[in-house]
């Protein structure tokens, strides 16, 4: 079946900017995930959602970061005034629930901020 | 916070040699453990897990035992092949379930033929 598919696969943007990134999860799967990894920081938490609420923000890195889902289903992450450090692979993942234990990942989004 | 330090690479390894990845953890509570594998191109897949002190997870022939005592979960594999070579990433999940991984930096694996 299809797995998480993510979009755009690559995005250049100019500093100020903003973005906004897509994940589609697995159909059936509650609950999603947004991770960064970059080559300074490695594998970053950012927010997680269970249905469309969203109990754990903590790992944005900023207000310029934010994220919504609808439906249950598909998710964005916006980041406003994109900054260079900014620049990064945006992973997302889904899961049956919180409590499955097993993420699925999808092939991520690769920003640039130039 | 909860934390996973694991050996830093790249390591280098001929086929059929065998491999041992070090993964150590810091947490509050009783974490879950993971150890993901990045191929080269592709997205991060869950190669094994364990749940509970003294569980061992396996997979593809690869094994790594939770060790309590030692706050361990180390990976190996009796015989590495050519197709083994990726990014391996040891993980803690959170509050006993998955709700946030907390990744280790990652281990670069190339096996030679």
């Known amino acids: 079946g299809a797995g998480v598919s993510q979009s755009p696969s690559n995005k250049v943007t100019e500093k100020g900017k903003d973005v906004e990134l897509r994940c589609d999860p697995i159909?059936?799967?509650?609950?999603l995930y947004w991770y960064r990894q970059s080559l300074g920081q490695g594998l970053e938490f950012l927010i997680y959602?269970?249905?469309?609420?969203?109990?754990?923000k903590s790992g944005l890195p900023s207000d310029r970061f934010s994220a919504e889902r609808t439906g249950g289903s598909v998710s964005t992450l916006t980041i406003q005034r994109t900054q260079q450090e900014d620049s990064a692979v945006y992973l997302c993942?889904?899961?049956?629930?919180?409590?499955?234990?097993?993420?699925?990942f999808g092939p991520g989004t690769r920003l640039t901020v130039t | 916070g909860d934390s996973v330090t694991q050996m830093e690479g790249p390591v280098t390894l001929s086929e059929e040699a065998f491999l041992t990845i070090n993964c150590t953890y810091t947490?509050?509570?009783?974490?879950?453990l993971f150890w993901y594998v990045q191929y080269p191109g592709e997205g991060l897949q869950l190669l094994l897990k364990?749940?509970?002190?003294?569980d061992k997870g396996s997979n593809k022939g690869f094994e790594a035992t939770y060790r309590k005592e030692t706050t361990s979960f180390h990976l190996e594999k009796g015989s590495v092949q050519v197709s083994d070579s990726a990014v391996y990433f040891c993980?803690?999940?959170?509050?006993?379930?998955?709700?946030?991984?907390?990744f280790g930096k990652g281990t670069k694996l190339t096996v030679n033929p």
């Open positions: 993942a889904s899961s049956l629930s919180i409590t499955s234990y097993e993420q699925y």
């Open positions: 159909s059936g799967h509650t609950a």
């Open positions: 959602f269970q249905g469309n609420s969203a109990p754990d």
């Open positions: 947490a509050t509570g009783y974490p879950s």
């Open positions: 364990a749940t509970k002190a003294d």
């Open positions: 993980a803690l999940g959170t509050q006993g379930g998955s709700e946030k991984l907390v």
